[in-house]
């Protein structure tokens, strides 16, 4: 059926692709046409059938896959093609055909890919097939190889400098394959993508290879639009090998299978209980003793990596067993891989654990050798041929030694931090099956057809240049779908480590997640907008209009519009639903209560009275909520007004107090004791819990605390309301404004009015929704579900307000495993109803357990002036803390039993809590007594404003005879669950229509217009641009035009450079050494080298000039590099000095000690971006006639460009440079 969105927009065919006899190649085919394009009416069309020719211009050796058929086809007839497929499913059969037809015309072919690595894997593998008949070109910015070939493999950057300068060659082209594309959402490489494409002549065909992506037509629809020519997007979900996914907890047992991609990746959620009740409670007794607090899972940062370590050498050994190789473990860092690799070396072939220890006897293994002596042998002479490429003084260099005895092994690392040497040749050894263990980064994923039998995450955590994240779907999808090598194995093994039980729900979500759209990751940078301006057909403005991010701000448009309707429309019903059952419920309960006046469950008359309000249920439940969450904020900071030396001599044996960490409100519990770590002060506490929710073994006789819970952060999900908005509403609630006026006139801060329930508490809040967003703010809202904005009943659990709201939704923490502190306040108000409420407690008792947790003192929210006087010095042994538990149950419900008044039948009450007053040492504060004022201006509300009353009376309702009652319903809980869930999914989809609106209302706008018109000021400021006789604007000064032909390094600072003729004055080693200083990565030690007085006074001028241009950005609100905003992030010192060391002729042996930060791959990649850069400033110079500078430039080159720095790279070292 043929979509139509609105005339501007391309309009996408959904065609019904025929079930293939495996319905597991199954796939999906579009056709996006552009505006206005004439759109065959019969569906039966050859643009619809895409139909492959009767004979190909290659012969390929298997049957060709319904989705390589249909993208064969598309291209057949003269279309650009978009190809979503999972790792090794075969998209490159695809690229084969676009070469072989092109080179059957006589047509030139780019082959584009993100990095140099894959560049030159890429160029080996064409080279070498038949079809190519060697017409094979390279082009990385490293090495320039044939450039007259038909096909040209290059990276995506020199494809975008082609472009910018027009070469000659570009003229020739029929086809342009970009291999890896959904690379084109990365932050740093996107503009790069973006601008390829959209400067290519629409007179080329394309080919784009994918991981699958959500909106791959949305993609195609901007390339249609862009060169006017339908696009077919060709996807299938087929794995050739199925991937089996399992979770492994460190220091636990067992690996549990969890889902298959041959069942659609059906979650057997059995198998996920199964490994998260394997987590151990380890480390206790460091904790005990003051060494270190534990957790529910781990440790110490040290005890946690031994941990993974121990666990990780498990799981290899239990592989190893079975023959399963080669196996890829992922780590994030280069540090980390290399760490994994000789912890494992020293294990397995040394018999030792992660400490250096021999291996217990119930541990022991019996090694055995990964390569037989014919495949050493073989390692040896691949080892020793390769060896020959490089230059004698460098063979014996400690890295080439170190990875040489550790491949003798069947053990190889490959990161980024490698020599480009190294990783070739391990590289070359994985596709031989000489390597049988690899520790790898990321980037080892990133298109290189190295495929395993395995694949280990070490941990599923990375960080990401600005927060320690947990790896999305799309990551995880590229790095495990490596496990499974088509034709030889049934199927691959994805096994992930977790540390927590929520590490584990996180994983399990990243498992079972879908990848992320495709989303431009558009920019402006100074050398873009600065070569825009350079050409007089073009303008910044117009090839904005022409990206991918402002396609998408349109495209979406009408989803957006569509998603609020569905969105207010859910609203809606459910508003609907709450007010129906609410009353409904309502009803039923005033009606049981007329009929049983002597069994009160509930206020009747406040419950009445809400009824004759005739109030909008749904809004009031929203309204509770908000309140509620602003009163959680207001509540959890109060402990950080009071002096920690008056508390902690509070925090005695016995005193009770109340307490909320990670997420989870612990409500009254008994200090144990006092102890110090790392200079912070952790109590622990004596918790109620189910008996069963106890860890097996834990009534066994110890102290050790069963859990540590070490934040005060709030739990995994929140209201999404700001507290100021909260506050503004608060003054139109005459209850919440009287009791503040007759605060404020008061001149004692004394509470006499009874305070609340503390459970209508909920949790802080999230950022104040936008009111002016941009094309990001929707993306991974756009493409959700309906479904996905519904809250259910098994998530209740994960709100922390739900702890008070609905306590009886904490207990649903057991069937996760969590720490499930039980609330015994609405038990020990039940058993005050009961014939004999001391016997109803013993019976109650023998189903409650106790536990031992330590926290932070900061966790504290509230102290009491009560404690008990009978806690045992001792409390290793089980029964005591059981009976400590008991007298303190006891003592809570005499207190509870002795207050006559119902409203004050509360633990906040009758337990007296200190107030902030009598815990500070020098009075509060204004600010706190603001906030104190605050906070009990909340509590006085919710407790007598009637509505808010009432919907506490409801919630807290407990007994069979509800539930008998409410028996057609499921039970009480459940009317109480489905009225949470719903104003909730409410709240959800609020925030979302909020976000939508927002959007839309900004939409008619020119995406980045502000930005551009900010970074065109400050290239005025610096004289690049001025405005010429005649009124013309923002033309290009010399300056301007230098700056367009630098691009490896910060063309701004740079050009400045050129202009105020520091660097021709400059020896050449002190020149590479400031050049590097700008491309170099950052170091921690920079502050510790020693630098060469003439290197310093240098890098002092470049900073000096840094530093002016880094102030002259802030006033025009710009930015000088993406995330720079001091010298420090701009300039390296530890580069400057490792470059200058380099350029003066130090072996490359002494120059990798300079700094032990820095990896010796990064080094040799560092010196072969100072070669690009000073290539380009040559050219400046030529451009200037500065002959002194450029001569300088030589002499640079010519000491940097040496030895390792110009080894060839190991796919291409029998060609000769063209």
């Known amino acids: 059926m043929i979509k139509r969105d609105v005339a501007e927009l391309p309009v996408v065919v959904d065609v019904d692709e025929p079930l293939p006899d495996d319905p597991i190649k199954k796939i999906y085919h579009s056709v996006v046409f552009p505006p206005g394009y004439p759109i065959p009416q019969d569906l039966t069309s050859p643009v619809f059938l895409c139909s492959p020719p009767d004979t190909l211009p290659i012969e390929f050796p298997y049957i060709l896959d319904p989705f390589q058929r249909r993208a064969i086809g598309a291209l057949s007839i003269g279309h650009s093609v978009l190809v979503a497929a999972h790792t090794s499913a075969g998209k490159t059969t695809v690229a084969e055909y676009v070469i072989a037809s092109a080179l059957a015309r006589n047509q ?40 007259n070939a038909f096909v040209l493999v290059m990276t995506t950057e020199v494809l975008r400098n082609m472009l910018h300068q027009g070469a000659e060659l570009l003229r020739e082209i029929g086809h342009v394959i970009f291999d890896e594309v959904h690379y084109m959402r990365n932050s740093e490489r996107g503009l790069v993508w973006e601008d390829c494409i959209a400067m290519v002549d629409s007179k080329i065909k394309f080919c784009f290879l994918s991981a699958t992506v959500p909106n791959a037509t949305e993609f195609a629809g901007w390339v249609a639009s862009l060169h006017n020519i339908p696009v077919h997007v060709v996807y299938t979900q087929y794995r050739p090998v199925p991937l089996m996914h399992y979770i492994c907890p460190v220091g636990g047992k067992g690996i549990h299978p969890i889902c298959s991609s041959a069942e659609q990746n059906k979650l057997h959620q059995d198998n996920v209980k ?26 110490s940062m040290k005890e946690r990596n031994k941990a993974v370590t121990d666990t990780l050498h498990k799981v290899m050994r239990f592989l190893i067993g079975k023959d399963v190789f080669p196996i890829i473990i992922f780590a994030f860092g280069k540090k980390k891989c290399e760490v994994h690799a000789s912890n494992f070396v020293k294990h397995y072939f040394g018999g030792k654990n992660s400490e250096g220890t021999e291996e217990d006897a119930d541990e022991a293994f019996e090694a055995k050798n990964l390569l037989t002596p014919d495949q050493v042998r073989m390692v040896d002479a691949i080892f020793n041929a390769a060896l020959e490429s490089l230059p004698e003084d460098t063979q014996s260099l400690r890295p080439i030694v170190t990875i040489h005895q550790l491949l003798r092994r069947g053990v190889a690392i490959h990161h980024s931090g490698l020599l480009p040497w190294v990783k070739e040749l391990i590289e070359i050894l994985f596709v031989e099956g000489l390597v049988k263990i690899l520790y790898a980064t990321e980037t080892f994923a990133m298109g290189l057809n190295l495929p395993a039998r395995a694949i280990i995450f070490s941990e599923m955590k990375k960080f990401d240049g600005s927060t320690s994240r947990f790896i999305t779907p799309g990551e995880y999808v590229q790095m495990a779908g490596r496990a499974g090598r088509r034709g030889i194995d049934s199927q691959g093994l994805s096994i992930c480590l977790f540390n927590t039980v929520e590490e584990c729900d996180s994983i399990v979500k990243v498992i079972q997640g879908t990848t992320e759209p495709l989303n431009s990751a558009y920019r402006l940078s100074f050398n873009s907008v600065l070569n825009l301006l350079q050409v007089e057909s073009s303008s910044p403005e117009e090839v904005i209009k022409r990206s991918f991010l402002s396609f998408q701000q349109s495209f979406r448009l009408p989803r957006c519009l569509q998603a609020v309707q569905h969105l207010e429309s859910d609203n809606d019903e459910d508003r609907q639903r709450i007010n129906h059952t609410f009353s409904k419920s309502i009803d039923r309960l005033l009606q049981w209560s007329s009929s049983h006046p002597r069994e009160p469950l509930f206020s009747s008359e406040v419950l009445a009275a809400l009824k004759e309000q005739a109030i909008d249920f749904s809004a009031t439940i929203s309204e509770y909520l908000q309140i509620s969450a602003l009163q959680e904020c207001l509540e959890l900071d109060q402990i950080n007004y009071v002096a920690d030396a008056r508390l902690l001599t509070s925090l005695v044996p016995g005193r009770i107090i109340s307490a909320y960490a990670d997420g989870i409100r612990l409500g009254w519990v008994i200090v144990i004791r006092r102890s110090t770590y790392l200079e912070e002060q952790y109590v622990d506490v004596l918790v109620p819990t189910w008996r069963e929710a106890l860890p097996p073994g834990y009534d066994k ?63 802080s809040t999230k950022k ?21 904005n519904e809250v259910s009943e098994d998530e209740l659990h994960k709100y922390s307000f739900m702890d008070i709201v609905q306590p009886y939704a904490l207990e649903e923490r057991r069937l996760c495993n969590l720490i499930a502190p039980l609330n015994i306040e609405p038990y020990l108000l039940a058993l005050l109803e009961a014939k004999d409420p001391d016997a109803a407690l013993n019976t109650f008792l023998d189903k409650v357990g106790a536990c031992i947790i330590r926290l932070p003192v900061s966790a504290i929210t509230g102290i009491s002036k009560k404690r008990l006087n009978s806690v045992p010095s001792d409390i290793s042994n089980y029964n005591d803390r059981i009976a400590t538990l008991a007298l303190y149950a006891r003592m809570f419900l005499q207190l509870l039993r002795a207050e006559d008044d119902p409203m004050r039948r509360t633990l906040d009450i009758v337990l007296t809590p200190f107030s902030l007053d009598d815990l500070a040492d020098h009075g509060l504060t204004d600010e706190a007594q603001a906030a104190q004022l605050r906070l009990q201006g909340i509590r006085h509300m919710l407790r007598w404003d009637i509505k808010y009353r009432a919907f506490t009376e409801f919630f807290l309702a407990r007994g069979e005879a509800l539930d008998a009652l409410f028996s057609d319903e499921g039970g009480f809980k459940t009317i109480t669950d489905l009225l949470l869930c719903k104003a909730l999914t409410v709240r959800r989809r609020d925030t979302k229509v909020g976000l939508f609106k927002a959007y839309i209302e900004e939409a008619d706008k020119l995406v980045l217009e502000q930005e551009l018109q900010n970074l065109k000021r400050f290239l005025r400021r610096e004289s690049f641009l001025e405005q010429i006789e005649g009124g013309v604007d923002n033309v290009l000064t010399q300056k301007g035009r230098i700056a367009c032909h630098i691009s490896t390094a910060n063309e701004v600072i740079l050009t400045e450079c050129l202009f105020d003729g520091s660097f021709a004055s400059l020896p050449h080693p002190i020149l590479a050494g400031v050049l590097t200083s700008l491309i170099g990565e950052r170091s921690t030690t920079s502050k510790k080298l020693e630098i060469e007085p003439p290197l310093r006074q240098a890098l002092g001028s470049l900073k000096a000039l840094v530093n002016r241009l880094l102030a002259d950005c802030v006033t025009e609100e710009t930015s000088l590099e993406l995330g720079c905003t001091t010298v420090e992030d701009i300039v390296s010192d530890s580069a400057a000095v490792i470059a200058f060391a380099w350029a003066s002729g130090k072996t490359f042996e002494e120059v990798i000690d300079i700094d032990p930060t820095q990896f010796e ?58």
């Open 108 to 147: 030139r072919v780019v082959y584009t890919t993100p990095i140099k690595a894959l560049s030159n894997q890429k160029y080996h593998d064409l080279k070498t097939a038949a079809y190519t008949n060697g017409s094979v070109g390279l082009m990385t910015g490293d090495s320039t190889l044939n450039r």
């Open 768 to 788: 104040e929704v936008q009111t002016t967003v941009d094309v990001m703010d929707v993306n991974d809202l756009v493409y959700e579900s309906r479904s996905a």
């Open 274 to 299: 199964a490994a998260k009740s394997n987590l151990p409670y380890i480390g206790a007794a460091e904790a005990a003793k003051g060494e270190g607090p534990i957790t529910s899972g781990h440790v």
């Open 701 to 763: 006789r110890s102290d050790q605390p069963m859990g540590f819970m070490n934040s005060r952060k709030m739990s995994q999900e929140k209201i999404d309301e700001n507290s100021d908005v909260v506050l503004a509403s608060l003054k139109g609630n005459g209850t919440y404004q009287a009791y503040v006026a007759m605060r404020v006139k008061r001149k004692e801060d004394e509470v006499t009015d009874p305070e609340p329930p503390t459970h209508k508490q909920v949790t």
């Open 1161 to 1218: 791959g990064s080094i040799v990649r560092m010196f072969r971006r100072l070669i690009n850069l000073v290539e380009q400033l040559m050219e400046a110079a030529d451009i200037l006639n500065d002959t002194r500078l450029k001569t300088r430039l030589e002499s640079v080159h010519k000491a940097v460009f040496r030895d390792i720095v110009h080894v060839t790279s190991l796919y291409v070292v029998d060609e000769e440079d063209a």
